[in-house]
Every structure is written in structure tokens, then in C-alpha cells.
């Protein structure tokens, strides 16, 4: 069974940081893509950040320079850094993990909130 657990959501004031983490189970954590993905109250699901298998990142526009996606395959978690918080960034953060042919799982979420 698969289990994707997000952790490290909160509330924070605006230039603040959090660090969110995802850990992953039943499935081969280090061949599968990685990814971020938000969703603020009455909007669609955005894409925050991605790590491939092999590391290369993208990310967002509006999160560049200021987050920043890692993973660890020894744990099989994946991070997201976010530092220099804004009230525009408050939403439920979702992980992702897909591979071709493998599947794609979605994690609880995560409620992060930017306010002062």
C-alpha cells in the first residue's frame, strides 16, 4: 500500500520559514519523480516544485528564489524549504510522486498559513 505522509504545515507570519517534509512508503521511493503542488480555498490545484529521480528541479514562478525542493532516497522523503513567506503562498501543500507505467499517489496535505 502506498503512503505518502506530509508534515511540518502551520501557521507563520509574512518573511517567515517552514520546512515541509514528505515521507514515502510502499513504493521504490528513489525512481519516482517527486513534486509539490498547492491548493489555496477556491482555486485549482497549483504546481509548486519538482525533483526528478536524478535531481534536476523546477519550480514555480511565483516560489522561485524563494523555495526549495530536496530529497533525501536513504529516507525516502522529500523536503520543501520555504523561506521569505507571503500571505499568497497560505494552502493545503500536497506531495506527489509519479513514475510512467507506475502510477501517480497523492499525500493528505499539509495546511500552511502566511499571516501576520
Known amino acids: 500500500q502506498v503512503q505518502l505522509v506530509e508534515s511540518g504545515g502551520g501557521l507563520v507570519q509574512p518573511g517567515g520559514s517552514l520546512r515541509l517534509s514528505c515521507a514515502a512508503s510502499?513504493?521504490?521511493?528513489?525512481?519516482?519523480?517527486m513534486g509539490w503542488y498547492r491548493q489555496a480555498p477556491g482555486k485549482q490545484r497549483e504546481l509548486v516544485a519538482t525533483?526528478?529521480?536524478?535531481?534536476?528541479?523546477t519550480y514555480a514562478a511565483s516560489v522561485k528564489g524563494r523555495f526549495t525542493i530536496s530529497r533525501d532516497n536513504a529516507k525516502n522523503t522529500v523536503y520543501l524549504q520555504m523561506n521569505s513567506l507571503k500571505p499568497e503562498d497560505t494552502a493545503v501543500y500536497y506531495c506527489?510522486?509519479?513514475?510512467?507505467?507506475?502510477?501517480?499517489?497523492w499525500g493528505q496535505g499539509t495546511q500552511v498559513t502566511v499571516s501576520s
Open positions: 525533483i526528478t529521480n536524478s535531481g534536476t528541479t
Open positions: 506527489n510522486a509519479i513514475r510512467l507505467r507506475e502510477g501517480s499517489y
Open positions: 510502499g513504493i521504490i521511493f528513489s525512481i519516482f519523480h
